[in-house]
């Protein structure tokens, strides 16, 4: 029987959306009320925008509830104020201050993730697939590291042996996707072997993703194709989500997995998604509870006709809207309707495209917390 | 009476020289003459670029060579390497192993520079300007740090007492240009006083610049307007240059500094250079001999129209080129022809724009090492 603080180390979404509840909540209540966060720039103003509470209690908003966020102006809102973006890249980046609860998960010398302490515990059953050994070379608060037990020499072995152990576990690593991440030391490097996606927060391995943003240039003036998930969605439902986004899966390059997710999401063709291109990278570190995100996001912009309606073909995406990147920058700065690594990304885009400017208060702090994570 | 290697330690630029020399002889020669350096891509390959070789020794160049060099293309040399991109950023982030030959420089508990300890000694003797304190917060190697005498209060009081100091050293401090940069902890905050620009790589205090780039679209195929910096310029004559670029000095905003320095470098009128673009920054951290080099440089893109000639105004360009960015990424990755600070805000510009991708062999690690340096 798990205790409801357990329910929620192990459930990093259940524990998040209460925490964006909270924070919305307190926003419609008072500024006094609000949770004390401390921020590297100058203290939070409160942010008058006016809100339906109901809506943003049941962190679930319509496409009125954005535009009316991203347009809305007044005297005590500074444009020019990055406070905004730095909550949202802190929402990215909780808990670093409990590394020391993990324990290095090394394999072949390499440090490839980190295990929660008390999550280790379910995996000392398993002797034929971990050991624990003694040893004070990862520089352990435990003094120790997990490694794969040595029978298990090829990349096939290892990634049977440890998916056999998540089954068994069953509740303790929710919503198995079937979807297996690479695990390796660093980006391009020889793969170990492949874990279960829904398991990689639980081994803090470093997990890569590919994120675009779709925009269109009128006249000068740039809008962003801003998708809004399903209310179906296992994670982070009826969230704003950039024009196409996902994780970089075993066996496939970045280039070939943004032309296949180019078509599933946005149902954009080749001839278009081709022009795609990469602009560098984001990087969050995210401890909570038993979770150790380790991402790395690589960027993609793609400048689109203006004639061009993205169509969502597998379901995961309920409608795009075409936005201004002024009226998206607000909607960053103001509220937590983004899935939270995208608004990091859109960050990225505002910087690239001098939306953010060195005369803002805190410019360089801002840019360089866009890459907090090991971008390796 | 100084020692050779005194006199190359403090002329940075004297030991930068001979350092391109020889490496450009080394490659003239054979690859097995060239310098052993450990690179984190693999192993360098030889590049049989065919070269006039006094050209190279006596490190000057004509555009003729930069052309043959930015278009020779051959089996062995593999444009998806990015082996060449690593030696220029290690060529602008020297000696950090050497930083513990440095003392602390602070201000008003604040490390706002540092100080080689031979270079020190020449300061002891300004009682009334610099006291040496035992005090090891720092976490000096020689246990203790370096701030202004108590009795400087005001910033116009320590901006005068340093000059003073400065002039009484003469040649030990080479190359006065009457330029003050401000001396800050951090970008935006308030400056503790105001020093001369030849001197503060030997205080090491951070100093910040801007570096444009000038390009021009044609049919979706990009240019960068090159510049050739005059013969006669005491820094780097006769390198390769961006279109525009300069350090910040004391009291003027990046943007104000863009403007000025594109009417004077390149006869940009403000009704262009207005649209330029900040896009981010690079930084490194450079240690030769007494130097300390601690440089920040805001990047900003300006897309120029098709017709628009630069001409420069101030004396410090020789002639100005329109380069393929694909040939100006040939000469960054073979030769050392720019200014080398020049090649890290081209190479971001080459990672913003996609010429530079995931499938690259080293993708991450260079993106990194484009913001080597304290980046605040």
New interface residues.
């Given amino acids: 029987m798990q205790t409801t603080s357990e329910l929620m180390a192990c459930n990093p979404f259940l524990s998040y959306r209460i925490s964006i509840s909270f924070s919305s909540l307190c926003k419609t209540l008072s500024p006094l009320l609000r949770t004390s966060i401390s921020f590297p720039t100058r203290s939070p103003q409160f942010n008058p925008i006016r809100f339906h509470s109901r809506s943003m209690m049941a962190n679930s908003f319509s496409w009125d509830d954005v535009f009316r966020i991203s347009q809305a102006d007044n005297d005590l809102d500074d444009s020019s104020d990055l406070q905004g973006f730095f909550e949202r890249v802190k929402a990215c980046n909780r808990g670093c201050e409990k590394k020391s609860e993990f324990i290095p998960f090394v394999i072949e010398q390499q440090i490839v993730g980190y295990i929660h302490n008390r999550f280790a515990n379910h995996l000392r059953e398993f002797h034929n697939v971990f050991d624990f050994l003694e040893d004070k070379s990862y520089s352990s608060h435990f003094g120790g590291y997990i490694t794969l037990n040595p029978s298990l020499k090829s990349s096939e072995d290892r990634t049977e042996a440890v998916a056999d152990v998540i089954n068994c576990l069953g509740g303790l690593i929710p919503g198995t996707r079937n979807e297996l991440y690479p695990v390796t030391s ?3 490097k020889p793969e170990f072997f492949s874990l279960e996606r829904a398991a990689a927060p639980y081994f803090g391995i470093k997990v890569y993703g590919i994120h675009m943003n779709g925009y269109v240039n009128k006249d000068g003036n740039k809008f962003l194709w801003i998708g809004k998930r399903s209310e179906v969605k296992p994670t982070f439902p009826g969230m704003l989500d950039h024009l196409v986004a996902g994780g970089l899966p075993h066996g496939i ?3 070939e997995n943004i032309l296949k997710e180019c078509e599933e999401e946005a149902g954009l063709p080749r001839s278009i998604s081709n022009r795609a ?5 984001v990087s969050y570190m995210d401890i909570n509870g038993y979770s150790f995100k380790r991402d ?1 996001l ?1 960027c993609y912009d793609l400048e689109l006709p203006d004639e061009f309606i993205p169509t969502n073909q597998d379901g995961e995406v309920e409608s795009f809207k075409l936005v201004p990147v002024t009226h998206v920058m607000n909607i960053i700065r103001r509220v937590e309707f983004f899935k939270p690594n995208c608004s990091l990304v859109i960050t990225d885009f505002l ?4 939306y ?4 803002n ?5 801002l ?2 917390s866009l ?1 907090s994570g090991d ?2």
Same sequence: chains 1, 2.
Avoid at 356 to 359: A, F, H, K, L, R
């Fill in positions: 660093s980006f391009g390059t970045c280039k291109v990469p602009v560098g990278v790395v690589f910087f690239r495209h001098g953010i400017s060195p005369e208060d805190g410019y360089l702090q840019l360089q890459r971008c390796s």
